[in-house]
């Protein structure tokens, strides 16, 4: 009788080891499948990004009889992080564009803002009969700084203007100022005195026309937009989305209007 139950027992134990042992089979070829679909999943995610980066650089031209000039509105809807060298043969890389800053009060986005002004000025420039080119008139694009500049070097412009805005931990702060290469810069320092004069003109052109304060013309060369540029280029920084009352200002229509053209109103003296 004990043998006979021992028999049961072992019999059963048996049992329930295939039975542990399907299980855990189970569970594995689970395991497999969820991998390879997150697998594919990841696969498809990298093309899109691939078709993101591939994707036609915009150029619009407007034909004009007067100077060649080329429009940036800083920044875009969707930023992209991946790497590009910050000049020609530069192994020192930075993001190909970020998304900007954002207004601390409004909650309006900087690549909004820098667009709003940039087709303001490009009526008021084809009104003055220059030939404007834009880089981008929507904020659904993946054009990256490098990719900008060949823009405006390609159309062979005459000044590249990159417009934006600024932001500060102290919001106290506020004003326009401008970005240029300095002299010394390994990719086009021999741009320097043009992107300096246009730096100023334009500086002084938007303080003139809006009253806002005038901070300075900052030298520096670890822009990748100003780097690829074999054109004279400025970005002028229009106001701070981090100071109250700047950033109310920034988002009406007329005071973006008055940016615009004194925008233009530099240029005007740049060209003279």
């Known amino acids: 009788m004990r043998r006979k139950t021992k028999r049961i027992i072992c019999i059963a134990l048996i049992y ?12 594995f070829v689970d395991l497999k499948t969820e991998a390879e679909s997150l697998e594919n999943i990841s696969e498809k995610s990298t093309d899109q990004e691939m078709e993101l980066t591939k994707e036609p650089v915009i150029k619009v031209v407007t034909p004009g009889t007067g100077h060649v000039v080329c429009i940036d ?9 991946k790497k590009e ?56 694009v993946n054009i990256s700084n490098s ?31 401008a970005v240029c290469q300095t002299k010394n810069n390994p990719y086009n320092g021999n741009l320097y005195e043009s992107s300096r004069k246009l730096s100023d003109c334009v500086l002084d052109g938007v303080v ?29 920084e229009v106001g701070y989305l981090s100071n109250k009352d700047e950033e109310v200002k920034l988002t009406q229509e007329s005071y973006q209007e008055l940016v615009a053209k004194g925008i233009a109103d530099g240029l005007d003296n740049y060209f003279k």
């Open 16 to 27: 329930t080891l295939f039975c542990l042992i399907a299980v855990l089979v189970k569970h």
């Open 73 to 81: 509105a800083g920044h875009q809807q969707y930023a992209d992080m």
């Open 85 to 140: 060298p910050i000049g020609p043969g530069a192994t020192k890389k930075k993001p190909r564009v970020d998304g900007g800053t954002i207004g601390k009060y409004t909650g309006i986005n900087e690549y909004q803002i820098n667009l709003d002004i940039a087709l303001k000025l490009q009526k008021e420039l084809e009104e003055r009969g220059y030939t404007v080119v834009m880089t981008r008139t929507t904020n659904d």
């Open 147 to 177: 990719e900008r500049s060949v823009i405006a070097n390609d159309a062979k412009a005459e000044a590249f203007l990159r417009i934006h805005a600024d932001g500060s931990d102290d919001n106290k702060v506020h004003g326009a100022s």
């Open 208 to 236: 003139a026309s809006t009253g806002c304060k005038k901070r300075q013309v900052i030298e520096v060369d670890s822009m990748s937009g100003i780097n690829w540029s074999s054109v004279p280029t400025s970005i002028i």
